[in-house]
C-alpha cells in the first residue's frame, strides 16, 4: 500500500481507495468496482465525506427492519468485501443475518474468494457459494438471480449494499424488504429501496453497528414504529435538497 500522509485532506478517502485496489488486486473486486467507487466518490465529495442526519435517521429504521425480520440476509459483493469485510460480518451477527455472496459480475472463483474473506473475518457460515443451494430469481436480469435457497431466495428482508439495478424491484415483487446502502440518492436502487442509507460504505456500516447494539435493547413496538414511521422518498428528497445546497456553497 502507498503512504498516505494524514495530514492529506483527503486521506481518508484515499485511503479506502487503497483498499478497494488492493481488493483488486488480490481478485475480490472486478475493474467496474473501482469506477463505481469512483462514482461514489464523486457524491461523497459533494455531500462532504461525512454521515449527514438523514443517514442517521435511515441507519436507525434500516436497523429496526433488520432486527424485525424473521430472516435477514446481508448480500456481499466484491467492493463490500474489500472495504468493510469486518464490519459486514459483525453487523450480520448484531442483527442476526445471514452473509450471502452474491455478484452482479459473476464468477465462481471471485465467489470462493469472498466466502473465505469473509470467514477470514470472523464469519462462521456463507450463503451464495455452494451449488447444491443454488437457485435462480427469474425476475432479475442479471447474474444477481443466482441465489442461495437458504439465503436471499427465502429471506423476507434483504441488505443490498451498493448496487444501481433491478434488483430491489424484482425482491421487493417477491414481498421483501430491502435495504440498501449508496451515494447516489439517484440510483435505481436507491429510489427502489424500501430504506435507503445514503452514505459511504464505509462510515455507514459502523453507524449501523452502532445502532444495532442500541436497538437491540429496544422492544418491538418501538422498533415497528422506527421503521415505519420512516418515509424513504422523503428522506432522499432531503438528501438530493442537501446535495444541491451544498453544490451552490461550493460554486460561491
Ligand atoms: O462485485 P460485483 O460483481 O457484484 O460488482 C460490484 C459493483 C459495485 C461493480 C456492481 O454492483 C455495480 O456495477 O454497481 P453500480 O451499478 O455501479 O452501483 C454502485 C452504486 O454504489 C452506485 O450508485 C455508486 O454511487 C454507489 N457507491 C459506490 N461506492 C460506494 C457507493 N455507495 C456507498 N459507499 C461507497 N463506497
Known sequence: MSKISSKHPRAESLRTRERLVEGFRSGLVVAEGLAAHGR???FDYIIGEKTTKHAKRA???AVAMLLLAKRPVISVNGNVAALVPKE???LADLVGAKLEVNLFHGSVGRETKI???LLKHGAKEIFGTDREFSTKID?????RRKVDKRGIAAADVVLVPLEDGDRTEALKKLGKKVVTIDLNPM???ARAANVTIV???VRALPLMMVSAKKLSRWDRTKLRK???DFDNAKNLEAMTGLISRRLRKISR
Request: hydrophobic letters at 30%; glycine letters at 8%.
Open 40 to 42: 461514489g466518490e464523486a
Open 59 to 61: 441507519a436507525e429504521a
Open 88 to 90: 459486514v460480518v459483525k
Open 115 to 117: 466466502g473465505k474473506h
Open 139 to 143: 425476475e432479475i436480469h442479471s447474474d
Open 187 to 189: 440510483s435505481r436502487t
Open 199 to 201: 452514505d459511504n460504505v
Open 226 to 228: 422506527t421503521a415505519t
